[in-house]
């Protein structure tokens, strides 16, 4: 059996794409396979953790229970991103040091 090929047109990052993806594609897997973004991360297999958690059009969501093809047309934001615009204010994502401590100090 062949398995059937949606195209999906999104931005990651800033940056558009036109790919061909198997319809089943999580939008986690897109990230790190075929887009090689690396910095989410898949920490669980519940969609409990966060640690795939991404930017959609400005809204957080989990990318590991969410299809690439329901991103079609949104904007994307990784973790890879915040450093991008983070270093384009003039901050460096590694000097700003925690903003809160959990222990309050
Ligand atoms: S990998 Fe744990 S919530 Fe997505």
Not at 89 to 96: K, Q, T, V
Request: charged fraction near 15%.
């Amino acid at each position: 059996m062949i398995a059937a090929i949606d195209a999906v047109a999104i931005a990651v990052n800033g940056r558009s794409f036109a790919l061909d993806v198997p319809p089943n594609t999580l939008l986690i897997d897109f990230l790190r396979e075929q887009l090689q973004l690396t910095g989410t991360h898949q920490g669980c297999d519940t969609a409990q953790c966060g640690a795939c958690t991404v930017l959609v059009d400005g809204l957080a969501i989990k990318s590991c229970n969410r299809l690439v093809l329901q991103c079609a047309g949104q904007k994307v934001t990784t973790i890879e991103g915040l450093a991008i615009l983070r270093s384009q204010a003039g901050d460096s994502p590694l000097s700003a040091g925690p903003q809160t401590s959990v222990l309050g100090r």
